[in-house]
Protein backbone atom coordinates (compact mmCIF):
# COMPACT_ATOMS: atom_id res chain seq x y z
CA UNK A 1 0.00 0.00 0.00
CA UNK A 2 1.57 3.15 -0.90
CA UNK A 3 1.82 5.74 1.67
CA UNK A 4 2.72 9.65 1.23
CA UNK A 5 3.82 11.33 4.79
CA UNK A 6 4.64 15.11 4.20
CA UNK A 7 5.97 17.11 6.60
CA UNK A 8 7.49 20.51 7.03
CA UNK A 9 5.30 22.94 6.68
CA UNK A 10 4.04 25.67 8.71
CA UNK A 11 3.72 29.80 8.81
CA UNK A 12 6.49 32.16 7.39
CA UNK A 13 6.49 35.72 6.83
CA UNK A 14 7.26 36.73 3.30
CA UNK A 15 11.18 36.11 2.40
CA UNK A 16 11.18 33.34 4.55
CA UNK A 17 12.46 29.87 4.18
CA UNK A 18 11.26 26.49 4.64
CA UNK A 19 11.76 22.90 3.91
CA UNK A 20 9.66 20.19 3.20
CA UNK A 21 9.62 16.46 3.41
CA UNK A 22 8.08 13.31 2.30
CA UNK A 23 8.42 9.84 3.12
CA UNK A 24 7.30 7.01 1.12
CA UNK A 25 6.42 3.59 1.51
CA UNK A 26 4.73 1.10 -0.22
CA UNK A 27 7.03 1.24 -4.16
CA UNK A 28 10.60 1.34 -4.78
CA UNK A 29 11.10 5.16 -4.13
CA UNK A 30 14.47 4.84 -6.48
CA UNK A 31 12.51 3.68 -9.76
CA UNK A 32 10.33 6.77 -10.39
CA UNK A 33 10.82 10.57 -10.56
CA UNK A 34 9.33 12.12 -7.80
CA UNK A 35 7.30 15.38 -7.36
CA UNK A 36 5.63 17.75 -5.32
CA UNK A 37 2.52 19.18 -5.75
CA UNK A 38 0.93 22.19 -4.14
CA UNK A 39 -3.05 23.01 -3.69
CA UNK A 40 -4.09 26.66 -2.71
CA UNK A 41 -7.61 27.36 -2.19
CA UNK A 42 -9.98 27.27 -5.12
CA UNK A 43 -7.15 26.13 -7.33
CA UNK A 44 -6.32 22.76 -9.12
CA UNK A 45 -3.68 21.20 -7.85
CA UNK A 46 0.04 21.81 -9.75
CA UNK A 47 2.89 20.56 -10.11
CA UNK A 48 5.80 22.72 -8.83
CA UNK A 49 8.91 20.74 -9.15
CA UNK A 50 10.01 17.40 -10.01
CA UNK A 51 13.08 15.20 -9.99
CA UNK A 52 14.79 12.04 -12.11
CA UNK A 53 15.24 8.46 -9.98
CA UNK A 54 18.78 9.96 -8.98
CA UNK A 55 18.23 13.65 -9.13
CA UNK A 56 19.97 13.77 -12.46
CA UNK A 57 17.21 16.29 -14.06
CA UNK A 58 15.11 18.59 -12.12
CA UNK A 59 11.93 20.38 -12.95
CA UNK A 60 10.13 23.86 -11.88
CA UNK A 61 7.19 25.64 -13.05
CA UNK A 62 8.59 29.21 -13.79
CA UNK A 63 7.12 30.93 -11.18
CA UNK A 64 9.43 28.65 -8.13
CA UNK A 65 12.55 28.54 -10.60
CA UNK A 66 15.54 30.03 -8.82
CA UNK A 67 13.98 29.91 -5.18
CA UNK A 68 13.03 26.15 -4.84
CA UNK A 69 15.62 23.21 -5.03
CA UNK A 70 13.85 19.44 -5.10
CA UNK A 71 16.27 16.91 -3.75
CA UNK A 72 16.00 13.11 -2.52
CA UNK A 73 17.40 10.55 -0.72
CA UNK A 74 16.49 7.50 -2.20
CA UNK A 75 18.08 5.10 0.62
CA UNK A 76 15.77 7.25 3.14
CA UNK A 77 12.66 6.88 1.24
CA UNK A 78 12.40 10.70 0.90
CA UNK A 79 12.10 13.98 -1.00
CA UNK A 80 12.41 17.37 -0.26
CA UNK A 81 11.32 20.55 -1.37
CA UNK A 82 13.68 23.37 0.08
CA UNK A 83 11.97 26.40 -0.26
CA UNK A 84 13.59 30.20 -0.11
CA UNK A 85 12.50 33.69 -0.71
CA UNK A 86 8.45 32.61 -0.29
CA UNK A 87 5.74 34.82 -1.28
CA UNK A 88 2.06 34.91 -0.19
CA UNK A 89 1.53 33.17 -3.46
CA UNK A 90 3.32 30.09 -2.28
CA UNK A 91 1.02 29.61 0.41
CA UNK A 92 -1.14 26.34 -0.18
CA UNK A 93 -1.33 22.43 0.70
CA UNK A 94 1.73 21.05 -0.62
CA UNK A 95 1.50 17.47 -1.43
CA UNK A 96 4.42 14.46 -2.93
CA UNK A 97 3.63 11.74 -5.44
CA UNK A 98 5.78 9.68 -7.70
CA UNK A 99 4.89 10.39 -11.20
CA UNK A 100 3.61 8.45 -13.85
CA UNK A 101 6.36 9.48 -16.84
CA UNK A 102 9.50 11.93 -17.40
CA UNK A 103 9.07 14.54 -18.57
CA UNK A 104 5.33 14.73 -17.29
CA UNK A 105 3.53 16.29 -14.49
CA UNK A 106 0.57 13.15 -13.86
CA UNK A 107 0.81 11.68 -10.97
CA UNK A 108 1.82 7.98 -10.62
CA UNK A 109 -0.62 7.53 -7.76
CA UNK A 110 -4.16 7.88 -7.14
CA UNK A 111 -4.07 8.45 -3.33
CA UNK A 112 -2.47 11.01 -1.65
CA UNK A 113 -0.89 12.00 1.67
CA UNK A 114 -2.77 14.78 4.03
CA UNK A 115 -0.36 17.03 2.93
CA UNK A 116 1.44 19.87 4.71
CA UNK A 117 0.11 23.28 4.42
CA UNK A 118 2.29 26.40 4.24
CA UNK A 119 1.02 29.92 5.01
CA UNK A 120 3.22 32.71 3.89
CA UNK A 121 2.28 35.93 5.96
CA UNK A 122 3.25 39.12 7.60
Known amino acids: QVQLVESGGGLVQPGGSLKLSCQASGFTFSKYAMGWYRQAPGKERELVAA????????FYTDSVKGRFTISRDNPKNTVYLQMNRLMPDDAAVYYC???????????????WGQGTQVTVSS
Open 97 to 111: NALLQWPGVRPKYDS
Open 51 to 58: STTFGGDT
